[in-house]
């Protein structure tokens, strides 16, 4: 059903509707800029290529057929404005810790405030759980960028095998391969934290 939303409001758009651009932005910009945060360090640049995101999708919405649902072509916009400022800037895409251990969904109100500790939360488990997730972010640092942006696409943002094929512009089968890849290498460096048996993916 939103993807039927976003195509009226794209159909609206080609028609001059500036309000239903607007509606689109104000539905998309955090998400927008929590993946743009994923790849660049600077949040001060952040607020600043999630606008020239969403400029760069209204002057091509003309050229947007609903191949794809209107968030994956827009995540596409946001990965190639983020990685051409990191360009410029001859620096490269980093995932950020705090990123990593963000979820698509931050705005979910089950969501337990970080400081907050349950009762099986000791300080031991929380300590275990950073060295995890420090490893687990390391060692995606450390993929080449195509396999780094479709574990991203995958375990982070949640989409789908069809929709990351359509972001990356690639093969679903190889959409496949790079995730399996991925996890794989993740795998290797997490295996003598959680002393897992040779195979076993996390």
């Known amino acids: 059903m939103s993807d039927d939303a976003d195509q009226l409001l794209v159909e609206r758009i080609k028609r001059g509707d500036m309000q239903a651009f607007e509606m689109l932005v104000v539905k998309y910009q955090r998400r927008i800029e929590r993946l743009i945060g994923r790849f660049v360090r600077d949040v001060d640049l952040v607020p600043d290529l999630a606008q020239e995101t969403f400029i760069r999708a209204y002057r091509a919405i003309p050229q947007f057929r609903g191949e794809s649902a209107f968030y994956t072509w827009l995540y596409r916009i946001a990965v190639n404005t983020a990685k051409k400022a990191l360009s410029d800037m001859k620096r490269d895409p980093v995932l950020t810790e705090s990123a ?98 040779q195979g076993q993916r996390w």
């Open 100 to 197: 990593l251990a963000s979820s698509s969904d931050e705005d979910d109100e089950t969501n337990r405030p970080r400081h907050e500790l349950s009762h099986d939360e000791t300080p031991e488990a929380l300590m275990a759980s950073r060295e995890i997730a420090s490893t687990v972010n390391n060692a995606i640092e450390a993929l080449p960028e195509d396999l780094r942006q479709a574990i991203l696409l995958r375990e982070v943002e949640g989409l789908s095998y069809e929709e990351i094929a359509l972001a990356m512009a690639c093969p679903i089968g190889t959409v496949r391969s790079r995730i399996f890849r991925a996890r794989e290498a993740i795998a290797v460096k997490l295996r003598p934290l959680l002393d897992t048996k």
